[in-house]
T-cell receptor, first 109, second 111 residues
C-alpha cells in the first residue's frame, strides 16, 4: 500500500465548479506538498503545508495532521486548471519525498 | 534566473548504451534529487545529494550512478541502458524553506 493515497484518480468538471482533491498518508511527516503537472510535463510546486491552511488565488490547501489528511480546493475552476495534481509528503529535513500517483483534472468549458 | 535546467530534453538509446543526464540549478541550493516518472506511478526517487561532493541512494537506485562535483550540477549516469529504464526523468533542487523546484524533464527511450 502506497504511503500516499490520492482521490479521485480522475476528475472531470464543468468550468466554474468547486473542486476538491484529497490526499491521505500513513506516516508522520515534516511537510506535505501539492504539485501541479501540466500536459507539457513541467512540475510546479503549489503549496507546502505543515499545519492549517494556505490560499493562493483560487487555490486553497488544508491539512489535518491528526487525521493525516490534506485537501486541495479549486474555486471557480477554469479549463486552464486542467492538469495532474500531485500530493507529496516529506519525511525529514533532507527533503526526501514520497509522491502520490496524481489526480488528473479536466475542466470543460 | 533559469531555475533548474536539464540536458538533454529527449534521448533514444539502444540497450547497452551509456549516457549522462545533466541537471543544473542557479539558486545555490544544497539539496538536489533525481526522480523517474512512469505511467500510472508516482515520482520515485533514484538518488539525491545533500551538498557538493555527497550522494545517496533513493528508492530505485539500481542501474544508475550520480555525481555532484559542483554544487550547481547533479549528473545522472546510465552505464548500460535497459528497456526498463525507459521513463521521464526529473531533476529537482531544494533550498530553504522546504520547497522543491523541478526541471522540465528528460524523456528517455531505451530500445
Amino acid at each position: 500500500k502506497n504511503e500516499v493515497e490520492q482521490s479521485p484518480q480522475n476528475l472531470t468538471a464543468q468550468e466554474g465548479e468547486f473542486i476538491t482533491i484529497n490526499c491521505s498518508y500513513s506516516v508522520g511527516i515534516s511537510a506535505l506538498h501539492w504539485l501541479q503537472q501540466h500536459p507539457g510535463g513541467g512540475i510546479v510546486s503549489l503549496f507546502m503545508l505543515s499545519s492549517g491552511k494556505k490560499k493562493h488565488g483560487r487555490l486553497i490547501a488544508t491539512i489535518n495532521i491528526q487525521e493525516k489528511h490534506s485537501s486541495l480546493h479549486i474555486t471557480a475552476s477554469h479549463p486552464r486548471d486542467s492538469a495532474v495534481y500531485i500530493c507529496a509528503i516529506s519525511l525529514g529535513s533532507i527533503g526526501k519525498s514520497t509522491f502520490g500517483d496524481g489526480t488528473t483534472l479536466t475542466v470543460k468549458p | 534566473n533559469a531555475g533548474v535546467t536539464q540536458t538533454p530534453k529527449f534521448r533514444v538509446l539502444k540497450t547497452g548504451q551509456s549516457m549522462t543526464l545533466l541537471c543544473a540549478q542557479d539558486m545555490n541550493h544544497e539539496y538536489m534529487y533525481w526522480y523517474r516518472q512512469d505511467p500510472g506511478m508516482g515520482l520515485r526517487l533514484i538518488h539525491y545529494s545533500v551538498g557538493e561532493g555527497t550522494t545517496a541512494k533513493g528508492e530505485v537506485p539500481d542501474g544508475y550512478n550520480v555525481s555532484r562535483l559542483k554544487k550547481q550540477n547533479f549528473l545522472l549516469g546510465l552505464e548500460s541502458a535497459a528497456p526498463s529504464q525507459t521513463s521521464v526523468y526529473f531533476c529537482a533542487s531544494k533550498g530553504d524553506p522546504d520547497t522543491q523546484y523541478f526541471g522540465p524533464g528528460t524523456r528517455l527511450t531505451v530500445l
